[in-house]
């Protein structure tokens, strides 16, 4: 079993990223098994810990989660033209300490989400940008801006739009795509 992690760049009750991200999950094919992982009870990130040798719990336990998994799911929106800084957090905990990045090699896929235009187009790059540092090999195309997401839902959060349906499983087919040259 390929186990996919999902991280969600927003913690609100009634998320539209959560509610594509749970979209998303249901058009992996079998043999793929999908987790969220919770990163709203991480303390904010400080070296001190790590350097101090007084690792928090929340650091380990997160890391050692990260680490069970064989590539992960970013599904975001877009906090003032960037990441959400929940989203962030998670990433610069599991990239410490210096040389033990638990992010490194995980083949990974950003979906970006917006109720407007722009379909969260400056977090998905920012991220982007986060990922290639980290080294995680990333789905390059197709991109993946979801906007004007209030009109794609449907009362129960299902994604109403055929259209927007068969561009996320064609996006899912992608990621397993890649992940599997990286089991190989
Ligand atoms: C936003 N929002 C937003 N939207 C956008 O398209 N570009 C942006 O730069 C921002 N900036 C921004 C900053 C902050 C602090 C908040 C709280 C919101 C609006 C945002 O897209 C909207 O609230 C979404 O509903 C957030 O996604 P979730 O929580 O529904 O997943």
Redesign the pocket.
Known sequence: MTKIGILVG?L?KE????KIATNVAALFPEGYETEFVEIGNLPFYNQDFDDKDNVLTEYTSFRNTIKEFDAILFVT?????SVPAVLSNALDIGSRPYGANIWSGKPAAIIS????N?G?F?ANHHLRQILIALNMPLVQQPEAYISNVVALLDENGKVKNEGTVEFLQSFVYTFVDLIKKYQA
């Open positions: 927003s609100r998320s539209f990223s959560e929106p877009e906090y003032n033209r989400q917006s109720p407007g722009l969260g400056g």
